[in-house]
């Protein structure tokens, strides 16, 4: 059974950083086009970023040039460098597979606030 298990939220001010971090299991990782997800208070979950098994990445608008997303195949981990925190950055940040979504982690959680 497939298990995503994020981490690497937190509380930041306004134009800070952080790295989030998803580890699989149970799956074959590097065969899977990866994307993270979030889902603020009241509204759906939203595409911020994924990345195909080669590589290749593409961002939602509202977090291009400040979020990188990126794998690591050995570790099945996918990560999210997300810089230039806005506090409509906060949410839930759940990772999952972009197609045939796999069961959902718990998720981190990620305030900008000062």
């Known amino acids: 059974q497939v298990q995503f298990v994020e981490s690497g939220g937190g509380l930041v001010q306004p134009g800070g950083s952080l790295r989030l971090s998803c580890a699989a299991s149970?799956?074959?990782?590097?065969?899977?086009?990866m994307a993270w997800y979030r889902q603020a208070p009241g509204k759906e979950r939203e595409l911020v970023a994924k990345?195909?098994?080669?590589?290749?990445?593409n961002y939602a608008d509202s977090v291009k040039d400040r979020f990188t997303i990126s794998r690591d195949n050995a570790k099945k981990t996918v990560y999210l460098q997300m810089n230039s925190l806005k506090p409509e950055d906060t949410a839930v940040y759940y990772c999952?597979?972009?197609?045939?979504?796999?069961?959902w982690g718990q998720g981190t959680q990620v305030t900008v606030s000062s």
């Open positions: 990345v195909s098994s080669g590589g290749s990445t």
């Open positions: 149970g799956t074959i990782f590097s065969i899977y086009t």
């Open positions: 999952n597979k972009f197609t045939n979504y796999a069961q």
